[in-house]
């Protein structure tokens, strides 16, 4: 059986992801350049005009998507890094895409998808929720009113996405997730740091439906191109 990290644990981990990024020698995170964290070409990838980016097939319910990159190469090897290693020296560069995202989308209220509570537990951190926190402090910066509002929870375990079809990932998700803060009336954006088949922000697109409130559009950093 395996044991479940504890806070302190988790903590420990999301401070020696720091550690890491002061005391071992920087090179960018996208491409390995001798350049770190990021060096101008990678920063340049996330730095485009954001676009309307449907799944194929479309999922019912999904708000409109809006994507910065496409998720691969370099900027898949961001989002991972700043996810699974705790790359807290990305979430400057990678929080301002996904705040290009919200702008584009029109946003106010910023719902993001929340992760799964075992994979917060073993990351040391909600990489989603850190990012939409980053996204909205500089729209607030530029002196848009706009705020974070974590509403969504898990109410049943989901399995691993990895692996899974379109219609997997719909059943998978189907019914498991739950607003927990009063969104009647809200008109908000979703945002989630990378689209692949748009299940997961039709899921919550649809708690939040169920809860009131009106889901408008949806933000990320990257889709995940179909083949």
């Known amino acids: 059986m395996q044991a479940r990290l504890g806070p302190d644990l988790s903590g420990l981990i999301r401070v020696l992801g720091e550690l890491a990024d002061l005391v071992l020698p920087q090179r960018c995170t996208g491409c390995r350049a001798p350049r770190g964290p990021l060096c101008p070409a990678c920063s340049r990838l996330?730095?485009?005009?954001?676009a309307v980016v449907w799944p194929s097939p479309r999922p019912a319910g999904l708000p409109e998507p809006w994507a910065v990159a496409a998720y691969d190469g370099a900027v898949r090897a961001m989002i991972v890094a700043h996810k699974e290693r705790a790359r807290t020296t990305l979430t400057h560069a990678l929080g301002g895409a996904l705040a290009a995202a919200v702008r584009a989308a029109g946003g106010r209220v910023v719902v993001p998808v929340p992760s799964a509570g075992r994979a917060v537990r073993?990351?040391?951190?909600?990489?989603?929720?850190?990012?939409?926190?980053?996204?909205?402090?500089?729209?607030?910066?530029?002196?848009?009113?706009?705020?974070?509002?974590?509403?969504?929870?898990?109410?049943?375990?989901?399995?691993d996405q990895v692996g899974l079809g379109s219609a997997g990932r719909a059943a998978n998700l189907a019914g498991a997730l739950v607003s927990v803060l009063p969104v009647d009336g809200l008109r908000v954006v979703l945002v989630d740091d990378v689209i692949t088949s748009g299940a997961s922000?039709?899921?919550?697109?649809?708690?939040?439906?169920?809860?009131?409130?009106?889901?408008?559009?949806?933000?990320?950093?990257?889709?995940?191109?179909?083949?």
């Open 122 to 159: 073993r990351r040391g951190h909600d990489s989603t929720l850190v990012l939409a926190r980053s996204a909205v402090a500089e729209l607030c910066a530029e002196g848009l009113d706009v705020r974070c509002l974590p509403a969504l929870r898990q109410s049943r375990r989901t399995a």
């Open 46 to 50: 996330l730095a485009r005009e954001p």
């Open 201 to 227: 922000l039709a899921e919550a697109a649809r708690a939040l439906r169920a809860a009131g409130a009106v889901p408008e559009s949806a933000a990320v950093i990257a889709a995940t191109t179909r083949r």
